[in-house]
Every structure is written in C-alpha cells, then in structure tokens.
C-alpha cells in the first residue's frame, strides 16, 4: 500500500467508475446511471481530483499487486463544513470516499487496510470524526473499523425545477 499522487488519476478514476457501476448493480430499483452521466461525472471527478490534491485537500492510498498492478483504492477529502463546537472547531471533516476494490482481489483485507490507513492519516493530524456514505458492499468493512450510523437526513428534491433551470 502507498499514498495515491496525482500521477494515479487515471487509475483512481477507474476505480470510481468501477465503484458506481457495482453500487449500481446491487441497486434494487432506480434509475440507472447512463454512460454518457457517468462520463461526466468522471472527467469533473478528476479535474477536481487534480486540484484538491494539489491544495493538499484530498489523499489517499492505492494497494498494488507485487507486479505494480492497483487492485484497490480510497480517498479522504478535507470536506468544508460550517463551525461547530467540539475538540477541532470544525471548518473541515475527514470525508472517506471512492473506495474500490478490483473483484478478483476482494475479501482479503484490501479494503480494510485502506481506511485503517485513512483514518490513521486522519487522527495524526488531530481530527476527531469521519465522515462517509456506505454502500450495501462496504457497509460491514467500516462497522468492522467502529463507523455507526450517524443523525444525517436528507430531502430528494423534485426534479420539476431542476429540468427547467437546467433548460
Ligand atoms: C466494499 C469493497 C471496497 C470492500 O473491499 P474488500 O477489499 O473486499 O474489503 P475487505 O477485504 O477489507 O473486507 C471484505 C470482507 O473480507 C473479509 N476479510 C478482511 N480481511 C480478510 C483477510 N485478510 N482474509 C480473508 N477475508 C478477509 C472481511 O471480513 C470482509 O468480510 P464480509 O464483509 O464479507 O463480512 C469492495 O467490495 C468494492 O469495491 N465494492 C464495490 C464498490 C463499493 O461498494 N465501494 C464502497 C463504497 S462506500
């Protein structure tokens, strides 16, 4: 395992597609996302990639065969939230995201490794919380590492506005 460097973007991209296409697949009902969004969404995910790991707002470790092959990988951002009261004062939050590991190398530990190693980077730099969104597949890694559940809530907003602003 080593910390992911701007020169993995290509790799950590496929990692994410890869990633969207399984939560995808383990979707019950919904939406599918189509090629042409996920492209998109990938070609922004690097160029922000890019520039927040230039600002030293988003790290991350990549596990690689002995042969140099990346067979898993994960990112934490340094995600801006408004202040709040407590130990760091808040400001930012250890966000764990993009976590994917290649089929053929999963339940062996690789996955678990990487966020032992995210949350390690996260403590030593005197956070006091993590926050993520877990997927039905990794759901049980990070309960394994201590992650609960959390107090969030959200509202899907209609798409009525969002098509007629977009138009
Ligand atoms: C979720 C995901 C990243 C987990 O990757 P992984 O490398 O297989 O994870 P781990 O190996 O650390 O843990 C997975 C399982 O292997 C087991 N395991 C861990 N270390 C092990 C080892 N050394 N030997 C054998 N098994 C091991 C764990 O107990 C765990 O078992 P369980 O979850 O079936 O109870 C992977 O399934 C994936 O890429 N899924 C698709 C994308 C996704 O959902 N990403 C998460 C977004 S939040």
Do not use: C, K, N
């Amino acid at each position: 395992m080593r910390p992911a460097r701007r020169t993995d973007l290509a790799v950590l991209s496929a990692h994410r597609l890869g990633m969207w296409r399984d939560i995808e697949s383990v979707r019950p009902e919904g939406r599918r996302w189509t090629d042409a969004e996920l492209d998109r969404s990938l070609a922004v995910y690097r160029r922000w990639a890019a520039r927040e790991m230039r600002a030293g707002h988003l790290v991350g470790f990549v596990v690689e065969t002995l042969d140099g092959r990346p067979v898993g990988s994960g990112m934490l951002w340094l995600q801006p939230v408004q202040p709040r009261p407590g130990p760091d004062g808040g400001f930012v939050q250890p966000y764990i995201h993009s976590m994917f590991t290649d089929p053929a190398f999963r339940g062996r530990g690789v996955a678990s490794r990487i966020v032992r190693a995210l949350v390690r980077w996260a403590e030593d730099r005197g956070y006091s919380r993590i926050a993520l969104h877990a997927s039905p597949m990794g759901r049980p890694v990070y309960e394994r590492l201590g992650f609960a559940p959390s107090r969030e809530m959200r509202l899907e907003l209609p798409s009525r506005r969002r098509r007629a602003r977009a138009r």
